[in-house]
């Protein structure tokens, strides 16, 4: 494929053109142009939250339905409740890794790199959506125009964003129940697991439906991985972002001097703030212990067995008793 | 002497003209001993011998003359003896009011003559010839005969001497029961044992004198004599085992210088579960003492003496027995915690003796007291402990059939160790069932949910999954016990309660070591979550049991329409194209 349809927009090196759309080659056919979509960054991102999501739903609503026959064959399938908590935290902190991950390099692109904030959420937004909606059932003529991430595309990262806050922080309550309610009364425990549960279920649900529709059934969109879209995609879906590209209004490169000088401040902050996060993680993580390792199970008491029922009315008065002699011969 | 016989007479020759012709008829009359003897003896008891009549046996006597009033006339009198040929000297007198105050005298219906019993015609004619006893035992042997004609035979009577095996020295009637001055039977009970003692004046067997002896100085009542071991008739083997057993009083001092009392009482082992029962109409008669102690060295007398270094031992060695009946129980203690530090050499646990007991066993679980008093002779700890705990005081106070006794939790022969890994990974099951029958808890107001909200926990989660991985699963989570106590458990009202609220930290902190005050809050107290009881649980559960429809319902409604609006543009296309 690769080699039928010339790539548009290859990575030359430059950063921003990578990033944010390429021109279109004109000598390449447009229909068969593919647009730069996602650099590694974030398809790494992406393999990282992927990876950890599946993982934590996998193991986590087997727990959370553990007495369905279901739920029971799921976890000892998988090596019993144990080895389920273990992958599950495993893959927990793969996700809050990748929370640090996205963290650090958003605040690059839009500190230092300046990018063009095209995830942030609009009215216009909640207007395509009801556009959408409206044309899919013929009560409007048109789809609507969307940008470089789409109504759909901005729900679902927010909710992500959304849900791995309520996620990390009610399962940082779960991980570390004794030093929470050092500071928060024991309710919030229960609670938080109740938090867990549900928006996990909201979660899974939510991709089963909105992004498996999105990515997978309505067109399978390889984007994520492969970096690249193809241009009917980017017409359906990205129409106001194909016109920036092919209008040729690419982002001007941010001056060099000035980038120099924000990363001399990124990096200090971001090294300082990462690593507290990561010292924090490492806390999470560890702290506690009470809730999985194992009490020692009481020692067994040795016992003498007393008078039994049928000899206990029989005690020698004194010592002498056992002193007679009497016959042993019968 | 032979003088005075002659002098005697002399003097009274014609009385004794009229005896011999009053002889003669008798003697005649004597022709048919024949006859006499195979009468049919009468039925006679030897209890009561003075039903006997003479008119049974002998012939009729001459009316109007004593047919012996010539012998007593002589033998009245005498003083003297006849020497026999041993040596033995016979003596010749007859003390006649002897004689009328025995049996055969005026006691009798018709007063015996004294030819009645000396029979011997030929002997007895007078002038008497000398007896032709060599000495005074054949003599009297002799005379003994004669008692069979009216009585029944010795072999009847008194087979018990006739076992004898040195036959030379057996007893005849007269050696027991005298001769002239025979008394009734029943006086002759009044103090069997010194009867028998006339005779058995030393008991030669030394291996046994001693218990002999002791037996003997047991026999305290008119039932306990002689006979009630060496009766006329052999005894069946058991009876010789309770004959001897329920009359020794010493113990037997073992190896260890333990002491064992061999005394049994055979009423406890007839009114013990192996006496006379009645199980479902039937029947059951006691068990005989071989029934249990089948080993051919039980079965004779004497049996050899005990083994054993000391009564832990015996104990043990015994145990085997009951197998022989129970064997399913038999197989069910090998699986169970006692029989296992049995073998791992802990000699004093226990075995079937020890809980059941040996000849008195009686129901274990009747009342069911009995079991806590039976499992807290070993265990007293704790049958203290449970005896305080909400169980115990309610099983003490009125026989509580609901509550559980130590074997309801332990299991009863193949008792399970309760520290181990099984024990506690079902104990939730085994609490829960008691906990979540309705039935039951209803009585006393307790909840029965606890087992749900105990599983919808960490915890009970943990345990739930951990029993389904493998029996054997160690698991560190809490149980039932670990928060309400074992043998303690007191209800949550209780202000000793583990469980109680200003106790409930110090119980988390057995395993949360670190746990702060709010931390026991995080433990729902079996509740479900409501608006009174953690509301913030309810309310994150009711947040999302309305956010995930909405949301994942307002997916599913935007997809359906755009899958429908490509299906439509699609085929619109179609269409076009056609």
Same mark, same amino acid.
């Given at each position: ?168 922080m009610t399962g940082f309550m779960l991980w570390n129940p004794?030093t929470t309610t050092?500071?928060l009364?024991?309710?919030i425990i229960?609670a938080a697991k109740?938090?867990h ?13 909105? *992004?498996?529709? *999105?990515? *997978? ?20 879906? *990205? ?92 | 002497?032979?003088?005075?016989? =002659? ?15 009053? #002889? ?43 047919? $012996? ?30 004689? $009328? ?20 015609? =030929? ?51 007269? $050696? ?84 064992? $009392? ?5 009423? &406890? ?11 479902? #109409? ?10 249990? &102690? ?108 609901? /509550? ?107 395993? &949360? ?17 409501? /608006? ?47």
């Amino acid at each position: 494929m690769q080699e039928t349809m010339p790539r548009t927009g290859q990575d030359t090196g430059h950063e921003l053109v990578a990033q944010h759309g390429a021109a279109v080659e004109q000598t390449a056919p447009a229909r068969q142009a593919e647009y730069h979509r996602f650099d590694l960054w974030q398809r790494v991102d992406h393999i990282m939250l992927l990876s950890s999501f599946t993982v934590l739903g996998l193991t986590g609503l087997p727990q959370m339905f553990s007495t369905q026959p279901w739920a029971t064959w799921m976890i000892l399938t998988m090596g019993g409740i144990e080895t389920v908590r273990i992958i599950h935290r495993v893959a927990a902190t793969v996700l809050m890794l990748g929370a640090i991950y996205h963290g650090g390099i958003t605040t690059y692109k839009v500190f230092v790199r300046r990018v063009r904030l095209t995830m942030l959420p609009g009215w216009q937004d909640v207007k395509d959506a009801f556009q959408a909606f409206a044309y899919n059932l013929g009560l409007y003529k048109h789809e609507p125009r969307m940008g470089q991430y789409n109504f759909a595309e901005k729900a679902e990262y927010w909710a992500v964003i959304w849900g791995s806050a309520v996620m990390i922080m009610t399962g940082f309550m779960l991980w570390n129940p004794i030093t929470t309610t050092l500071f928060l009364p024991g309710e919030i425990i229960p609670a938080a697991k109740a938090a867990h549960g549900g928006e996990a279920l909201l979660a899974v649900l939510s991709i089963i439906t909105w *992004h498996v529709y *999105h990515v *997978h059934v309505k067109r399978f969109n390889k984007s994520m991985f492969t970096g690249y879209l193809a241009r009917e995609a980017m017409e359906e879906e *990205h129409i106001l972002e194909l016109e920036r590209i092919e209008a040729g209004r690419r982002q001007i490169p941010p001056d060099p001097q000035a980038v120099r000088r924000r990363t001399m401040v990124f990096v200090p902050v971001a090294v300082v703030i990462s690593v507290s996060l990561l010292v924090g993680l490492y806390f999470f993580v560890t702290h506690e212990h009470t809730a999985i390792e194992t009490i020692q199970p009481p020692t067994t008491e040795q016992l003498q067995a007393a008078n039994p029922p049928g000899e206990q009315s029989f005690t020698p008065a004194t010592n002498q008793a056992l002193d007679q002699p009497v016959g042993i011969t019968w | 002497m032979k003088q005075s016989v =002659q002098q005697i007479f002399q003097r009274s020759l014609p009385f004794l003209a009229c005896l011999l012709a009053a #002889g003669l008829v008798v003697v005649l009359l004597n022709g048919l001993p024949a006859l006499a003897q195979e009468q049919p003896s009468a039925p006679v008891s030897e209890q009561t011998p003075q039903a006997v009549t003479p008119q049974d046996a002998l012939p009729a006597q001459m009316p109007g003359a004593a047919t $012996d009033s010539a012998c007593k006339l002589c033998h009245a009198d005498l003083t003297g003896t006849l020497a026999l040929p041993s040596g033995d000297e016979l003596t010749l007198g007859v003390d006649l009011s002897a004689l $009328d105050a025995s049996v055969h005298g005026q006691h009798a219906a018709q007063q015996l003559a004294c030819t009645d019993c000396h029979a011997d015609r =030929q002997r007895y004619q007078y002038p008497h010839q000398p007896p032709p006893a060599q000495n005074l035992q054949e003599y009297r042997a002799d005379v003994a005969q004669n008692c069979e004609r009216c009585h029944v035979s010795s072999e009847l009577h008194n087979p018990g001497h006739l076992q004898a095996q040195d036959k030379t020295n057996l007893p005849n009637c007269v $050696d027991c029961h005298g001769s002239h001055e025979v008394e009734p039977a029943a006086a002759m009970y009044a103090a069997p044992i010194a009867f028998c003692r006339t005779c058995h004046q030393t008991f030669e067997d030394p291996a046994l004198a001693a218990v002999h002896t002791e037996v003997v100085a047991s026999l305290d009542s008119p039932e306990h004599n002689c006979t009630t071991c060496h009766s006329d008739t052999v005894q069946p083997v058991d009876a010789q085992c309770k004959n001897c057993h329920s009359l020794l009083t010493s113990w037997v001092t073992l190896e260890s210088g333990e002491v064992i $009392d061999p005394h049994v009482t055979p009423a &406890h082992i007839d009114a013990s579960v192996h006496g006379f029962r009645d199980v479902d #109409g039937k029947q059951y008669t006691p068990l005989a003492c071989t029934d249990c &102690h089948r080993n051919q060295q039980y079965t004779h007398y004497p049996h050899p003496p005990l083994e054993v270094a000391n009564r832990r031992e015996l104990t043990l060695q015994r145990e085997a027995i009951c197998q022989n009946c129970h064997s399913n129980i038999f197989d069910q203690t090998r699986d169970g915690i006692h029989n296992h530090a049995l073998q791992e050499g802990n000699k004093q646990a226990a075995t079937c003796f020890d809980c059941h007991g040996s000849h008195e066993i009686q129901p274990p679980d009747v009342p069911r007291e009995r079991v806590v008093a039976t499992c807290g002779s070993c265990h007293e700890d704790i049958k203290e402990q449970y005896v305080t705990s909400v169980h115990g005081a309610a099983l003490l106070a009125d026989d509580n059939p609901d /509550v559980p006794v130590c074997t309801d939790c332990h299991g009863v022969h193949d008792i399970v160790q309760a520290t181990s890994n099984e024990f506690r990974l079902a104990s939730t099951e085994m609490c829960g069932k008691c906990h979540s029958d309705v039935n039951i808890m209803d009585k006393y107001n307790i909840s029965t949910n606890v087992m749900e909200t105990y599983v919808a926990d960490f915890h009970g989660t943990t345990n739930v999954l951990f029993a389904r991985e493998s029996a054997h699963q160690e698991i560190n989570t809490a149980v039932c016990y670990d928060c309400h106590g074992v043998h303690n458990i007191l209800p949550a009202t209780d202000e000793n309660s583990q469980i109680m609220k200003a106790n409930l930290l110090t119980t988390c902190q057995q395993c &949360h070591p670190n746990a702060s005050e709010n931390f026991s809050a995080a433990w729902m107290s079996h509740y479900e979550p409501s /608006v009174e009881h953690y509301p913030l649980v309810y309310f994150v559960n009711l947040f999302y049991r309305i956010v995930i429809p909405l949301t994942v319902g307002g997916f599913a409604l935007f997809i359906a329409s755009d899958v429908y609006r490509r299906l439509w543009n699609r085929l619109r296309r179609r269409k076009g194209q056609s």
